[in-house]
T-cell receptor, first 114, second 113 residues
Framework: KNQVEQSPQSLIILEGKNCTLQ??????????LRWYKQDTGRGPVSLTI?????NTKSNGRYTATLDADTKQSSLHITASQLSDSASYIC?????????????FGKGTRLHILP | NAGVTQTPKFRVLKTGQSMTLLCAQD?????MYWYRQDPGMGLRLIHY???????AKGEVPDGYNVSRLKKQNFLLGLESAAPSQTSVYFC????????????FGPGTRLTVL
């Protein structure tokens, strides 16, 4: 069964520190992987997307990496800010792309303390 | 340019009541989706549409119906609400390229007593 597992479930760090969130998936064959940020009470917003041929993608202080061989992705946040407090969701699309087969991870809840 | 909007933002229903959630997008997107988000679970697809006049079932379609009479609107109906349908409902839309990101609405928090 295709699955997406994220770790840790929650994370607390001090403002200004870096952190890395993990996503492991079993989806095969694989098309693309996307990271979303979801603020409390809001809908998810896309941060990055990577296809199977890409191994890194940046969006400001957010850098996502992908290892398609080990089926692992990570999202690294540099110099965290209070506004980074949110849930981060890993989303994997199988190949061929089908809207009803996209799998959303449960998310990592990140808390940034001043 | 409002993006994806959802109406209402909050609603409380009694078991057995019916209601319709409205989703509207102003980006001329072909694809639209309804998800539910429950604590400890990932977003789950209820129904989706690949164009005006089309609908298809997702992972958890039971107890819900949808309609896409106009390209910009996607309606989600609950004919007879049950406590198990207490959730946060998100609508999303995307353009035609399969790598296009989904744009999500702000969500509707529904409680069924």
């Amino acid at each position: 069964k295709n699955q997406v597992e994220q770790s840790p479930q929650s994370l607390i760090i001090l403002e200004g520190k870096n952190c890395t969130l993990q996503c492991n998936y079993t989806v095969s064959p694989f098309s693309n992987l996307r990271w979303y940020k979801q603020d409390t009470g809001r809908g998810p917003v896309s941060l990055t997307i990577m296809t199977f041929s890409e191994n890194t993608k940046s969006n400001g202080r957010y850098t996502a990496t992908l290892d398609a061989d080990t089926k692992q992705s990570s999202l690294h946040i540099t110099a965290s800010q209070l506004s980074d407090s949110a849930s981060y969701i890993c989303v994997v699309s199988p190949y061929p792309n089908r809207d009803d087969k996209i799998i959303f991870g449960k998310g990592t809840r990140l808390h940034i303390l001043p | 340019n409002a993006g994806v909007t959802q109406t209402p933002k909050f609603r409380v229903l009694k078991t057995g009541q019916s209601m319709t959630l409205l989703c509207a997008q102003d980006m001329n997107h072909e694809y639209m989706y309804w998800y539910r988000q429950d604590p400890g679970m990932g977003l789950r697809l209820i129904h989706y549409s690949v164009g005006e006049g089309t609908t298809a079932k997702g992972e958890v379609p039971d107890g819900y119906n949808v309609s896409r009479l106009k390209k910009q609107n996607f309606l989600l109906g609950l004919e007879s609400a049950a406590p198990s349908q207490t959730s946060v409902y998100f609508c999303a839309s995307r353009g035609g390229n399969s790598y296009n990101e989904q744009f999500f609405g702000p969500g509707t928090r529904l409680t069924v007593l």
